[in-house]
């Protein structure tokens, strides 16, 4: 699908009529690439051209351009590499490995991540299919086909078009089957090709990426003469490599927004480090302490023998005048950089309000460095200081439609309600969601004997059935 | 308000004292709580600053901290400049906050996982030296942690406040442990001022301060935070109307 989804982006093709793509394959002319709808259809890649036109009358072939594929998926990447993990490759023709090891984490988790990523893509027009596994060769084979390794088709391990048609011709329908045959002779009739992708899917045999490094990425490298591994030596070398990098950015005006932090092991493994920053930063002291943070994180194994350390985002950072005159705020751009790289940038925020009565959209989160738009909520009616993560049902007795309970019983506990304030009512926002067009919640203010405030609302206006179940809800507690 | 007992003999014994204990540098300040019943019962007149405070709900407010959450809110208004919130689970209302005063935009919220990294965010907050105060919900708070968390609120000059809150009502005997915090406060909810109407007045707390460093423990019955953060003194107790006139009760 990419190279489609490439041509939509960059021309804004149509999408009314199916496309496909052509290309020549000797002297024929074959159609290389179909989308969803000319897929619909029964087009299919490989199929010739002239078929194709012949099955439908008005489809729109447009020329295939392998190398400007190339060069789309590579730009690709480097966007992946900026938002999603340190170490990411192109597998030609139409896929990006992503290496995600010491990534994840910051994405709250592999599922969520590749939610994301696939989510992003889709929204910027392009289809994904995404799939982790412990192996290149396997994520490559679930990416694409799906379901259980042993079972998938011989396509599954990036071979030949012509091993592949050999596999076929012997009666080999899938991998397991492969995996049941002696090896020598599989070896002697394919070549080892064969043996070698079976065990890189497998990981019996190491498959590193050769990561995607573009021309103007800042980047310095250090490679050790004696592997090394304790974290005080790891420590100092940070603090090396990133003097060299802040060399690097104070050259080039710029500021980093995102630092990679790449081991190489000696045994051909890496260790990546991650970390992000809330404003552009080329301060040594603070780079290097957020990147110590992160040395617990590094298994350094037998040992680490290249060190490299890269900028994938960097800002413009110019000089910046001071005054002593006048004081300034405090900057806690620093702190929040610390924190987030050890809860996440999205476990810190702000509070701002949202014009809504419904109390739990009354607030939304902003960024921790946000202007403060001195924006409050209106003091109308006294609010609870916490408020549960969502209402909980409690039983009661009350008079309708609008006296507050006599009592209520929440977490099987039942008190006696001596006084009370309200009703509040709050409307649903009738003019986003029509489900909530008649929705009304009536709040009470309710305190029982021991002087325990709680925030109890009835769904409905007490007469109407339409605006609610009329169930009693406990919502917030009071101080 | 100056100290009550200027006998040079205790002077000296307190500076001895206070080198034992390893509080280095000049005398901290105080915020006056601005009620001349609490603020003479405290050492120096007030909650000293850049130390460790402890505060806990009392009864159900062991588990839910809501007045506790109001009276640090409170506290915190008083201060310039920004707050670090810390929680493991993120129910505080923001609006209700601003009702004890603290706007929203002065309250950067941290969410961590486990009291583990809500202490090490405290610590990072304390140490960062720039924050008005931090104030972190925690369940448990060794001696070991809170004499940590103290020494970054002393070095920065920072104020913290680990609001105690537990999951379940028989984990609150953990209050009784040692401690190295400066105050530990207990703040339970009370009935709420008496109307002559039907309705709800300005809420009412005990607050209890369980353990003051070269202080005297005592309990006090007070209205709570206003919008500014200021505690009142109940108008029945301080023995006229006119000290609660004029005030806008939330909370």
């Known amino acids: 699908m990419w190279p489609v989804d490439r041509l939509r982006r960059q021309d804004g093709t149509p999408s009314d009529r199916p496309l496909v793509l052509a290309g020549r394959i000797g002297s024929r002319r074959v159609v290389t690439a179909v989308d969803a709808l000319a897929a619909g259809v029964g087009l299919r890649p490989g199929m010739p051209v002239s078929k194709a036109q012949a099955l439908v009358p008005d489809l729109r072939i447009a020329p295939a351009n392998v190398a400007e594929d190339l060069a789309s998926l590579e730009r690709l990447a480097f966007w992946i590499l900026q938002r999603i993990a340190p170490i990411v490759a192109v597998d030609p023709p139409d896929g990006i490995v992503i290496d995600a090891t010491g990534a994840a984490h910051l994405h709250g988790g592999e599922d969520p991540m590749l939610e994301a990523l696939t989510g992003r893509l889709a929204l910027s027009g392009v289809t994904a299919r995404a799939a982790v596994a412990g192996t290149w060769g396997a994520a490559h084979a679930l990416a694409r086909f799906g379901g259980d390794l042993e079972n998938m088709p011989p396509e599954a391990l990036r071979l030949p078009a012509a091993t592949v048609a050999g596999l076929r011709d012997m009666g080999f329908g899938r991998i397991g089957d492969l995996l049941a045959q002696p090896r020598a002779p599989l070896t002697r009739r394919f070549g080892p090709e064969l043996i070698r992708r079976i065990d890189q899917m497998f990981g019996d045999v190491p498959e590193p990426i050769d990561a995607l490094r573009p021309a103007d990425l800042i980047e310095t490298r250090r490679a050790f003469a004696e592997p090394i591994a304790a974290p005080e030596t790891i420590a100092r070398y940070i603090a090396k490599l990133v003097a060299a990098l802040c060399a690097q950015l104070e050259a080039q005006g710029l500021g980093a927004r995102r630092l990679d932090l790449i081991c190489h092991r000696t045994d051909r493994e890496m260790q990546t480090v991650r970390v992000g920053l809330a404003v552009a930063q080329r301060d040594p002291a603070r780079l290097t302490r957020l990147l110590c943070d992160k040395i617990p994180t590094i298994a350094p194994g037998f040992g680490i023998e290249i060190m490299t350390l890269a900028a994938p985002i960097t800002e413009p950072l110019a000089a910046r005048q001071t005054s002593t005159l006048a004081p300034e705020a405090p900057d806690l751009s620093g702190l929040i950089d610390i924190l987030a790289n050890r809860v996440g940038a999205q476990a810190i925020y702000r509070f701002a309000p949202v014009d809504s009565d419904v109390p739990e959209r009354s607030s939304r989160r902003i960024s921790a460095l946000a202007e403060d738009s001195g924006a409050g909520w209106p003091h109308h009616w006294p609010r609870p200081s916490r408020l549960l993560p969502r209402p909980e049902p409690i039983d009661t007795m009350a008079l309708l439609p609008d006296q507050p309970p006599v009592w209520i019983a929440w977490r099987g506990v039942r008190r006696r309600i001596a006084r009370a304030d309200g009703p509040e009512r709050i409307f649903g926002e009738w003019w986003t969601r029509e489900a909530e067009r008649i929705a009304v919640r009536d709040y009470f203010r309710v305190e029982d004997d021991a002087g325990e405030r709680l925030w109890i609302f009835r769904a409905g206006d007490g007469e109407d059935a339409a605006t609610g179940s009329h169930r009693w809800f406990l919502h917030g507690i009071f101080g | ?251």
């Open chain 2, 1 to 251: 308000m100056s100290a009550p007992r200027s006998d040079p003999a205790l002077v000296a014994l307190r500076q001895r004292i206070a080198a034992i204990e390893g509080d280095h540098g000049p005398p901290s300040a105080v915020l006056p709580f601005g009620l001349a019943e609490l603020d003479r019962r405290l050492p120096k007149g007030g909650l000293a600053l850049g130390c460790l405070h402890e505060v806990a709900g009392g009864g159900n407010g062991a588990t839910d901290g809501a007045a506790a959450a109001c009276f640090a809110a409170g506290i915190t208004a008083r201060l310039p400049g920004q707050v670090l919130w810390c929680v493991t689970q993120a129910d505080l209302f923001a609006p209700g906050l601003e009702q004890a005063g603290l706007p929203p935009g002065r309250v950067i919220h941290v969410e961590a996982g486990d009291d583990t990294a809500v202490l090490a965010c405290m610590e990072e907050g304390l140490r960062h030296g720039s924050l008005a105060a931090v104030v972190a919900d925690v369940a448990r708070l060794s001696m070991t942690a809170s004499r940590r968390l103290h020494l970054a609120a002393k070095t920065a000059g920072t104020t913290g406040i680990a609001l105690r809150r537990w999951r379940r009502q028989a984990d609150a005997s953990d209050f009784g442990q040692p401690t190295a915090a400066m105050t530990r406060w207990r703040v339970s909810v009370l009935p709420s001022s008496p109307l002559p109407v039907p309705g709800l007045g300005r809420a009412r707390w005990l607050v209890e301060l369980l353990r003051a460093r070269a202080g005297e423990s005592f309990d006090l019955e007070l209205e709570a935070c206003d919008g500014t953060g200021h505690l009142g003194l109940p108008a029945d107790v301080a023995g006229g109307p006119a000290a609660a006139a004029g005030r806008h009760a939330f909370g």
